[in-house]
Nanobody, 119 residues
Framework: VQLQASGGGLVQAGGSLRLSCLAS????????MGWFRQAPGKERELLSA???????YCTDSVRGRFTFSRNNAKRTVYLQMNNLKSEDTAVYFC??????????????WGPGTLVTVSS
């Protein structure tokens, strides 16, 4: 599976962005998909994820502001990000695996897209 994230950019605090991640190869509907981010000097963190047949997970720090969605026909997952804050500045990655989204071992990663939030 190859993943390509897009949609990052520069936005003012309080603004919105929608990230997209297009997958090629594999049976997309079978994959657990996750959105991660890594800020400078910080560890990578899981933001939101979904496994087929399960409800979507969203970490506390972004719940209510970020929304995960998935379109299997388009082989794409999205991360709608609203009310962005300066602390959301990071490189955002999408990832895929055939296991449960709670399994930390994601096998496939996209190259990341930079989100910069100016205060």
């Amino acid at each position: 599976v190859q993943l390509q994230a897009s949609g990052g950019g520069l936005v003012q605090a309080g603004g919105s962005l929608r990230l997209s991640c297009l997958a090629s190869g594999g049976t997309f509907s079978s994959y657990a998909m996750g959105w991660f981010r890594q800020a400078p000097g910080k560890e990578r963190e899981l933001l939101s994820a979904h496994s087929p047949g399960y409800t979507t997970y969203c970490t506390d720090s972004v719940r209510g502001r970020f929304t995960f969605s998935r379109n299997n026909a388009k082989r794409t997952v999205y991360l709608q990000m609203n009310n962005l804050k300066s602390e959301d500045t990071a490189v955002y990655f999408c990832a895929a695996q055939l296991g449960d989204f709670r399994n930390p071992q994601y096998n496939y990663w996209g190259p990341g897209t930079l989100v910069t939030v100016s205060s």
